[in-house]
């Protein structure tokens, strides 16, 4: 039988902090063609397949449907898809098949079988049905990887956008390329109007762009550590300028030293406008995807120390529970009043930890500094299957706390209403933010 306190973690409607949503339009039109493309979500679930030795152009098929038909496909991961089953990720699709597709096993008579269901799903309104009421989710944040909070008509109040720092704290300054599944990047100079020619016109293009997003963004975001160490110091104006000068120079002219130079230069104004506009300031942290480059040393939140001892009045919200720095987070959370800790996308990379994580947490850092839950993907379906991954996983961290005598069922309950929802409702302006997005609406009407 159900405890009163997993009935609760079933029933609290959940803060959704990190997603990678694709708009509407992108899912009804581009959306997964097949119910295996939809099933493995490559950047994750084909990670773990390449691990186990899956060819990555076999892994990459999966989720186009125009490559072949489902059994040409599914057929040479069909071994790796056995060794992963066990994973956090390899959970998540067994969770997905089972709750979206009601099925018991994946196999190629299934997933055909399902294709009506995927259709059914593609149609308009089922992407905020599934995350509003199905993963019963108060409102998704969504990094679409760009600057522009632009409002989201399938319903503004939902779905509200991070502004992304992170070419910024990269160092690059000439993000003219369109991210092809959101198709609303603009380069600086058509965004703002403003030519970078120094440091002084790119200060002021910073701020131009949050003048035109940062009241209507819910937070400001870096996934820098995909690219570079997250190791930050200050810098001088003189040296960033240098910096700039050989980014400005053209293609390849900037060295790694010129580029952690001007990132960190970055950064900083970014932290300063985030304060200066209320802002909290995500960092992804920890772990990466699919079998990228990982320079583990480089993804420690303690590398971000001299950034947080610097700005003691930001809103720093470190993401992903730093994996597998989980230990050194607790003791940077422990300390500094100026973070927050979020469990987005930790819940798939490594439930088990995740759920020893929220345990060690709470007897050593304050209960009012965590965020339960980010799905950290761009289907819906796949939110709402971490959204029930999170919430099991979640329930049985706090049923051994409540096993082990260490709360009471009732706390153990309070426990998972802050970490769900009253945290984030702490942590972030929801409210001024739709607000402002909806005014937004109205001077583009
Ligand atoms: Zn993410």
């Not at 600057?147 to 319903?155: F, G, L, N, V």
């Not at 960092?283 to 303690?302: E, F, K, S």
């Not at 930001?314 to 987070?329: S, T």
């Not at 050593?364 to 971490?386: E, H, M, Q």
Request: glycine share 6%; proline share 4%; with cysteine.
């Amino acid at each position: 039988m159900a405890s009163d306190l997993s009935e609760h973690i079933q029933q609290t409607v959940m803060v959704d902090s990190h997603e990678h949503l694709r708009m509407e339009d992108v899912w009804l039109q581009d959306g997964p063609g097949d119910v295996l493309s939809d099933l493995f979500f490559v950047p994750y679930d084909g990670g773990d397949l390449v691990t186990a030795g899956a060819d990555d152009q076999d892994v990459n098929r999966l989720a186009d449907h125009t490559a072949g038909d489902i059994e040409s496909r599914f057929a040479p991961v069909a071994d790796t898809w056995e060794a992963m089953q066990l994973t956090g990720f390899g959970e998540a699709v067994r969770l997905h098949a089972k709750l979206i597709y009601d099925m018991e096993q994946i196999t190629v008579p299934a997933m055909a079988a399902a294709q009506p269901r995927l259709e059914q799903l593609r149609q308009p309104d089922q992407r905020l049905r599934l995350l509003r009421d199905e993963a019963k989710l108060d409102h998704v944040q969504v990094d679409n990887l760009c600057w522009a909070c632009e409002p989201d008509e399938s319903d503004p109040d939902f779905f509200l956008y991070d502004l992304n720092w992170r070419t910024f704290c990269n160092g690059g300054i000439e993000i003219e390329t369109p991210y092809e599944a959101v198709g609303i990047w603009r380069g600086i100079e058509t965004e703002t109007g403003i030519t970078v020619t120094d440091l002084k016109s790119l200060q002021e293009a910073m701020e131009a762009i949050f003048s035109l997003y940062g009241r209507r963004a819910i937070a400001v975001k870096s996934l820098h550590a995909y690219d570079r160490t997250l190791l930050w110091r200050e810098r001088s104006d003189h040296d960033a300028e240098r910096a700039l000068g050989a980014v400005l120079a053209g293609p390849n002219k900037a060295d790694e030293t010129d580029r952690l130079c001007l990132g960190d230069w970055c950064l900083a104004r970014g932290v300063e406008l985030a304060i200066e506009y209320d802002l909290p300031f995500k960092i992804h942290t920890g772990y990466l995807a699919r079998n990228l480059p990982m320079m583990v040393h480089h993804l420690q939140a303690g590398h971000l120390c001299e950034l947080l001892i610097r700005y003691p009045q930001a809103r720093f919200v470190l993401m992903h529970i730093a994996y597998p720095y989980n230990d050194e987070l607790v003791a940077i959370a422990k300390h500094f009043p100026n973070v927050w800790v979020d469990l987005c996308w930790a819940w798939s990379c490594n439930p088990h930890v995740s759920a020893k994580f929220v345990r060690n947490f709470l007897h050593a850092v304050p209960s009012n500094k965590l965020f339960a839950f980010g799905g950290d993907t761009i289907w819906p379906t796949r939110s709402y299957v971490y959204s029930v991954q999170a919430r099991k996983w979640l329930t049985k961290a706090l049923e051994a706390e409540v096993c082990d005598g260490n709360l009471t069922e009732q706390q153990a309950m309070d426990v998972a209403t802050r970490l769900m929802r009253r945290n984030q409702l702490d942590c972030f302006d929801v409210e001024g933010t739709r607000t402002a997005v909806r005014q937004a609406m109205r001077i583009t009407m």
